[in-house]
C-alpha cells in the first residue's frame, strides 16, 4: 500500500516540477467563472460558508460588491440582499480560481487569468487594490469603489492589452526564479517579483495607444504596489496544484484555504472532499494603536502558496519578512524551513534559495508526514482588523490546524481499507 502511495506521490511531483504557468490574460470575472454571469453570486475565500459566519471583513467586501455591480442602491439594501439569502456564495477553489483575504470577487471585477502551459488548465484570481483602503479587507467606501471601477475600465484592459503583445504571455517561472534569489518568498513578500513585472510589462505597456494620464496612472499604480506579483503567485500556485489534483491518487494536500471560521484542505487522494477545523488567528506584529484582541481570525486563498511550497515554507528566502511578521531574525527564517522541509517530500529546483546553500523551495506537502511529526504548516499572513473596513491592522504568521489533516488521513485510510 505504501508503495502505491509513494508511487502516486512521485507522479505527482513530477507533475508539479513540469508545470510552467504564464500569465496570460485579464477578463471580467463572469468570463473567467462563467457561474457568475447569471444572478446575484460571488465568490469568496475558503471553504463553503453562509453570511451568517463570515466574519466582518468578508462581510464587509460582500456589502462592497453588492455596491459595485450596482445590485443595492446603499449600504442597507446590500444588507437586506445578503441577509436575506438572495446572494449565492461559491467557494473561489471550486471553480479554479482564488482570491486574497475575503476572497469577494464578483461578475465585472477584473481577474487575471494564467495558463500552465505545460497541461493545458488556467486558474484566475482578482486584482491586487494596492494599499489603504480596500475591499479583500472589507472596506467599501466610495474612494473603494471608485478605484474597483478603474481597475475594471482601464487597468484591467490595458494589462490585457499588452499581455497581447507577448507571444506567449509572461512566463512567471522564470520570472519567480530571480525574485526567490531578491528576497522574495511569495506571500508576504513580492517586492522583487512586483518590480521584475513592471520592467518585463513597461515596454508594452508603452505601445498601449492610450489617454496618457491614464497610462501614467497605470504605471505610478504598478510601482507602488509592492504587493502586486501575490495575486499572480496565488493564480500560479492554484494552477500548479489543480494540474497535480488530476492524479487522484496519494497523500500531497492540493488545496490549504480559510475563511474566517474554517480551515479547509483537500488532498490528493481524495479528490474535492473539504476536510475542515476551526482556524487560528494569525499572531505578529501590529501597526501603531492596535493588538492582537482585534486580529480577525484566519482569512484568505492566499494559502495555496504553502500549498506549493513558497510562502512560510520558503521563509528563509526571504529573512527581512521575519521582522515584519514578529518571527525574529535571518536565524529564525533558516529554522522555519528546516522545520517546514519535515513534512514536504521533495524540493523545487526551479525556485532555488541562495541563503539555503541554493536548495529548491518545498514540494510535495504530505499529510502523513505532518501526522508523523505533528508539525502543522506555518502560514505567512497579513492581519486584519475583525471589524469589517478597518482594513489591515498588523502581519504574522499561523499555523494551520492539525485536525484537519487528522480527518484527512482517517478518510485516506477508509478509502483503501487499511
Known amino acids: 500500500m505504501n508503495r502505491a502511495i509513494n508511487e502516486a506521490n512521485q507522479a505527482i511531483i513530477e507533475r508539479i516540477r513540469s508545470a510552467r504557468p504564464h500569465w496570460i490574460g485579464v477578463v471580467a470575472g463572469k468570463e473567467a467563472v462563467p457561474a457568475l454571469a447569471q444572478g446575484y453570486k460571488l465568490l469568496h475565500a475558503g471553504p463553503p460558508i453562509t453570511w451568517q459566519d463570515m466574519t466582518g471583513p468578508m462581510q464587509g467586501a460582500c456589502i462592497g460588491a453588492c455596491l459595485f455591480e450596482n445590485w443595492a442602491k446603499d449600504e442597507k439594501h446590500a444588507l437586506d440582499l445578503l441577509a436575506n439569502r438572495k446572494v449565492e456564495f461559491i467557494p473561489c477553489h471550486s471553480v479554479n480560481a482564488v482570491g486574497p483575504m475575503g476572497g469577494i470577487t464578483s461578475a465585472n471585477m477584473p481577474m487575471l487569468v494564467v495558463e500552465n502551459i505545460t497541461h493545458g488548465n488556467r486558474a484566475y484570481c482578482n486584482l491586487n487594490e494596492g494599499i489603504g483602503k480596500v475591499m479583500r479587507f472589507g472596506a467599501y467606501g466610495e474612494e473603494v469603489l471608485e478605484r474597483h471601477h478603474w481597475m475594471k475600465e482601464s487597468l484591467g484592459p490595458a494589462l490585457n492589452d499588452a499581455l497581447k503583445l507577448f507571444e506567449n504571455g509572461i512566463d512567471l517561472t522564470a520570472l519567480m526564479a530571480q525574485a526567490i534569489t531578491m528576497g522574495d518568498e511569495f506571500h508576504q513578500r513580492n517586492i522583487a517579483a512586483s518590480a521584475l513585472l513592471l520592467r518585463t510589462l513597461s515596454p508594452k505597456l508603452a505601445l498601449l495607444d492610450r489617454n496618457k494620464a491614464e497610462m501614467a496612472k497605470t504605471f505610478d499604480f504598478l510601482s507602488v504596489t509592492d504587493q502586486f506579483f501575490l495575486n499572480l503567485a496565488m493564480a500560479y500556485c492554484k494552477s500548479v496544484m489543480d494540474s ?160 484537519c489533516f487528522e480527518k484527512a488521513l482517517e478518510a485516506l485510510a477508509k478509502k483503501l481499507k487499511v
Not at 488567528?281 to 492582537?292: D, R
Not at 524540493?347 to 523551495?361: A, K, T, Y
Request: net charge negative; charged share 15%; aromatic share 8%.
Open 244 to 403: 497535480a489534483a488530476q492524479i487522484q491518487e496519494g497523500t500531497i494536500v492540493t488545496v490549504m484555504t480559510r475563511n474566517g471560521k474554517d480551515f479547509g484542505i483537500k488532498v490528493s487522494g481524495l479528490g474535492d472532499e473539504w476536510f475542515t477545523a476551526p482556524v487560528n488567528t494569525p499572531q505578529g506584529l501590529f501597526f501603531t494603536g492596535y493588538s492582537q484582541n482585534e486580529a480577525n481570525p484566519d482569512i484568505g486563498d492566499s494559502a495555496i502558496t504553502e500549498t506549493f511550497g513558497i510562502g512560510g515554507a520558503a521563509m528563509v528566502a526571504a529573512p527581512g519578512v521575519t521582522r515584519f511578521v514578529g518571527a525574529g531574525g535571518a536565524d529564525v527564517a533558516y529554522e522555519v524551513s528546516e522545520e517546514m522541509s519535515e513534512i514536504y517530500l521533495d524540493h523545487n529546483m526551479l525556485l532555488q534559495i541562495p541563503s539555503w546553500n541554493f536548495q529548491g523551495c518545498c514540494l510535495g506537502l504530505d499529510i502523513r508526514r505532518i501526522i508523523e511529526t505533528g508539525i502543522t504548516p506555518l502560514i505567512n499572513t497579513g492581519i486584519a482588523h475583525k471589524q469589517a473596513g478597518v482594513g489591515q491592522i498588523g502581519a504574522g504568521t499561523v499555523r494551520a490546524p492539525l485536525a
